[in-house]
């Protein structure tokens, strides 16, 4: 089997020490790409380099809500340019987040919205992080017309009807670790009900280990164990998941 972990934080400082040994486990696994996401200036300096060192990784480079107060025209310049790089293949992740108080709500959304169209002028998806601001994601994406470009609900924690809301807008949806928690009920209705060929899977690792792992370290060898929760909800054969998941993500990305 082989699958494509479509949002994974290698460049995050928890894999400082082992890098190598994270990405050698996932391909042992059968994770033949891994799209790595940046959100700061950090971590999108990262993610090219990683995508420029490896032909199986790839790059998505955009702005953070929680960090939206600290994006200038200059960043958002700077991420246009990347944009154009033969290995960048998603804007984000941006969107709205309304858990943590660091940039305010006014201000998370005009980046958001200053993404979408930066998103349209260089035709690449947009990769969606929604926390606790699901009403105005929606809005927000419907207003801009962001269903031209589509893109991904990443670690989608929303309801059925919300997942097909973003459907209808041209987004695919994708599961990561918390469908495979134990009380997990909203993501695994979700995965039971949405059809396949929407369905997308992730890691967010480090973040969001699935079950046996949760609480420690999550990292990219852990994407079967998504597929595998889909399958036993779906009532499928998790080779028929891992084949179709990852046929999705080739087509959605073009890679």
Not at 76 to 81: A, F, M, Y
Not at 91 to 113: A, C, H, N
Not at 115 to 133: F, G, K, S, T
Request: net charge negative; aromatic share 8%.
């Amino acid at each position: 089997m082989q699958f494509i972990d479509t949002h994974v934080h290698l460049n995050a400082d928890q894999y400082d020490e082992d890098l190598q040994e994270v990405i050698t486990r996932a391909r042992e696994k059968g994770v033949q790409k891994m799209v790595v996401i940046g959100f700061d200036t950090k971590t999108i300096q990262r993610a090219i380099a990683l995508a420029e060192a490896d032909p199986d990784i790839y790059a998505v480079v955009g702005w953070h809500p929680v960090d939206a107060v600290d994006c200038t025209e200059k960043e958002l310049q700077w991420i246009e340019e990347l944009a154009s790089h033969e290995k960048v293949v998603g804007i984000g992740e941006t969107g709205l987040d309304y858990y943590w108080d660091k940039s305010p709500k006014e201000v998370q959304q005009d980046i958001f919205r200053k993404q979408i169209r930066l998103a349209q002028r260089v035709n690449l998806p947009l990769i969606i992080h929604n926390r606790e601001a699901t009403a105005d994601v929606l809005r927000i994406l419907r207003e801009e017309e962001a269903h031209l470009t589509g893109g991904i609900m990443h670690c989608f924690g929303g309801s059925v009807e919300t997942a097909h809301e973003a459907i209808r807008l041209n987004f695919m949806i994708s599961l990561g670790g918390p469908v495979t928690f134990k009380n997990a009920k909203t993501p695994k209705e979700v995965a039971a009900e949405i059809d396949i060929e929407h369905l997308l899977i992730e890691t967010d690792a480090p973040y969001l280990a699935p079950h046996p792992f949760r609480g420690k370290r999550n990292e990219p060898s852990y994407v079967p164990l998504v597929a595998e929760e889909i399958a036993r909800l779906k009532e499928m054969p998790v080779e028929e998941v891992a084949a179709i998941t990852t046929r999705n993500a080739e087509k959605f990305f073009g890679i």
